[in-house]
Structure formats: structure tokens, C-alpha cells
T-cell receptor, first 113, second 112 residues
Framework: DTGVSQDPRHKITKRGQNVTFRCDPISEHNRLYWYRQTLGQGPEFLTY????????KSRLLSDRFSAERPKGSFSTLEIQRTEQGDSAMYLC???????????FGSGTRLTVV | GNSVTQMEGPVTLSEEAFLTINCTYT??????LFWYVQYPGEGLQLLLKATKADDKGSNKGFEATYRKETTSFHLEKGSVQVSDSAVYFC???????????FGGGTRLMVKP
């Protein structure tokens, strides 16, 4: 059990560029979550997968955001046409069985310049 | 909707002082309640949780009791250490959902 892995740890991009983040959950965890944390704030829910199905999406997830989880294993979060307001820490978490037992990754910090 | 309110920081304490960080919530039914800790540059680590009323979660000297009557889940520690310096988040998980709702976080600074 290597925990939840996120890649990259840091990403700096110019406004208008597209970025993609990857999350590798704990092996065999069937639930996967994405959260966004802006500076000085608590994390906010973005989306949730059970296996490969995306079951919940927050209103925060605008049309420029898309998340996938092919084959129910790793997940990607893509942001198109990035804006400065997208600058944040993007956190991934996974769980299996007891849904109260979330495990978070270390996050990807995005800076849009 | 669901919400979590926790005391604003920073909270600055001397080593071995008593710690209380207040947390209250709004939710229907009986959510599960959590405290997470975040060290600089890192993700969230679960500190403790309680899944039903009157349960006490505890870990590493930290404790919190799920009080349904006051909708609270205050975090306490009898004697803080410099290594406890971090940001602490209170959160809830509804009894029929998968989305955690977090408070705004409380920064704790412990001075030697």
C-alpha cells in the first residue's frame, strides 16, 4: 500500500493553456474523489467516481474541467483554457468499503500566471 | 445545505499548553464528523473521527466528542508540542452521501 499518488506535485502554466493532473488511488479502492483547495481555505468537493462511473459533480466543475477514470483505476483531471482563478491545490482521495475512511494524496499545486 | 464553521486562527500557544479548536456544523440527520491535519506543503491526514452522537474520537493525544445537542465537534489536546504546529480542518460526511464538507481551517502555531 503506497498511498494515493498525485502527479505532478507542482505545475506552473500560462493563462489559456490546458493542464492535466493524474491521481493513482490505493490499489483496489473503488471510490475516487477530487477536491480543490484555494489558499487559506478548506478543500471543496469537485467530483466523485465509483469504479469508472462519475457519480457526482460539483457546480464548481465548470465546462472547462473534465475528469475521467478509465478502467476504474487511475484518474485524470483536465483544465482547459486555464484562468488565474484556477490557481489552487488539487487534492485526490480514495476509499474502499467504509466510506468514512478517506485517504488523501499530497496534492498538485497549480499556479496560473 | 451542509456547512462547517470553525474558529479562525491563527491560534498561538506555548508548548505544553491546553488546546481547544471549536467546530460546529449544520447538517440534516446524523453525519460523520472528522478532524484532518495538514502540514505545510502536504495533503490532508485524518486525525480522528466520530460516526455517531456521543462518540469520542481520539488519536495522538487529540480528542473530540460528537455532541448532537450542540452540533459541535471541538478538538482538544491536553499538552501541545511544537510538532503539532499545522492547519486543522473540521469536516462532515452526510449519512447518505460521499462528499466531505470542510470548515475553513485553523492554523495552530506552538512556540517552544
Amino acid at each position: 500500500d503506497t498511498g494515493v499518488s498525485q502527479d505532478p506535485r507542482h505545475k506552473i502554466t500560462k493563462r489559456g493553456q490546458n493542464v492535466t493532473f493524474r491521481c493513482d488511488p490505493i490499489s483496489e479502492h473503488n471510490r475516487l474523489y477530487w477536491y480543490r483547495q484555494t489558499l487559506g481555505q478548506g478543500p471543496e468537493f469537485l467530483t466523485y467516481f465509483q469504479n469508472e462511473a462519475q457519480l457526482e459533480k460539483s457546480r464548481l466543475l465548470s465546462d472547462r474541467f473534465s475528469a475521467e477514470r478509465p478502467k476504474g483505476s487511475f484518474s485524470t483531471l483536465e483544465i482547459q483554457r486555464t484562468e488565474q482563478g484556477d490557481s489552487a491545490m488539487y487534492l485526490c482521495a480514495s476509499s474502499q468499503g467504509d466510506r468514512t475512511h478517506y485517504t488523501f494524496g499530497s496534492g498538485t499545486r497549480l499556479t496560473v500566471v | 445545505g451542509n456547512s462547517v464553521t470553525q474558529m479562525e486562527g491563527p491560534v498561538t500557544l506555548s508548548e505544553e499548553a491546553f488546546l481547544t479548536i471549536n467546530c460546529t456544523y449544520t447538517a440534516t440527520g446524523y453525519p460523520s464528523l472528522f478532524w484532518y491535519v495538514q502540514y505545510p506543503g502536504e495533503g490532508l491526514q485524518l486525525l480522528l473521527k466520530a460516526t455517531k452522537a456521543d462518540d469520542k474520537g481520539s488519536n495522538k493525544g487529540f480528542e473530540a466528542t460528537y455532541r448532537k445537542e450542540t452540533t459541535s465537534f471541538h478538538l482538544e489536546k491536553g499538552s501541545v508540542q511544537v510538532s503539532d504546529s499545522a492547519v486543522y480542518f473540521c469536516a462532515l460526511l452526510p449519512n447518505a452521501g460521499n462528499m466531505l464538507t470542510f470548515g475553513g481551517g485553523t492554523r495552530l502555531m506552538v512556540k517552544p
